[in-house]
């Protein structure tokens, strides 16, 4: 059965940063992409940031470009999203997400974690 | 960026009726790219349809999808009570990814 199970997540202040990691199991973790979605209390889904299989390829939503680094350690079957530079619109649930192939793009997305809460404020 | 408008935002219907969703794309959108997802309160999203009109594992026939280019459409043949919930389309083929609003079907 595949599990993702993300962490990290909590209360930061303004302008501060926060590591994410999720963990998988119940599938070859270093064969697919993988992504993080976001859904700010109450709102509907907003893409984050995507990386291959490999790690050679990562993606970012401009509202997070330059802020948030992605990253993947295939040895521990591990991704991570570093946040930095947080605002009062990065509060939302952060979602792991498996896709279906090797390649971020072109690849639908077909298992979620149950996500994991951000909340920036002073 | 390929911004997705869903339609209507909410859909009041009743157990038997049947739901029609639309999700119009400001660009054109190859089929190969475009899914459907479920999403509950308190719940991760499902995945429904991907490619357009494909059923992902598990989803009952009921649900279906449709469209070419810029329009595609996600019907629920007959409600059943554990479908009121909220939809969302995505275009995959592009970066960067996109969702749509979300249209919610609640009971009416």
């Known amino acids: 059965e595949v599990q993702l199970v993300e962490s990290g997540g909590g209360l930061v202040q303004p302008g501060g940063s926060l590591r994410l990691s999720c963990s998988v199991s119940?599938?070859?973790?270093?064969?697919?992409?993988m992504h993080w979605v976001r859904q700010a209390p109450g709102k509907g889904l907003e893409y984050v940031s995507g990386i291959s299989s490999n790690g050679g390829n990562t993606y970012f939503a401009d509202s997070v470009k330059g802020r948030f680094t992605i990253s993947r350690d295939n040895s521990k079957n591990t991704l991570h999203l570093q946040m930095s530079s947080l605002r009062a619109d990065d509060t939302a649930v952060y979602y792991c997400?498996?896709?279906?192939?090797?390649?971020?793009?072109?690849?639908?997305?077909?298992?979620w974690g149950q996500g994991t809460l951000v909340t920036v404020s002073s | 960026e390929i911004v997705l408008t869903q339609s209507p935002g909410t859909l009041s219907l009743s157990p038997g009726e049947r739901a029609t969703l639309s999700c119009r794309a400001s660009?054109?959108?190859?089929?190969?790219?475009l899914a459907w997802y479920q999403q509950k309160p308190g719940q991760a999203p499902r995945l429904l349809i991907y490619g357009a009109s494909s059923r992902a594992t598990g989803i009952p026939d009921r649900f279906s999808g449709s469209g070419s280019g810029t329009d595609f459409t996600l019907t629920i043949s007959r409600l059943e009570p554990e479908d009121f919930a909220v939809y969302y389309c995505q275009q995959y083929g592009n970066s960067p990814l996109t969702f749509g609003g979300g249209t919610k079907v609640d009971i009416k």
């Open positions: 660009q054109s959108v190859s089929t190969t790219y």
């Open positions: 119940g599938f070859t973790f270093s064969s697919y992409a």
């Open positions: 997400v498996k896709g279906t192939g090797t390649t971020a793009i072109g690849r639908v997305f077909n298992s």
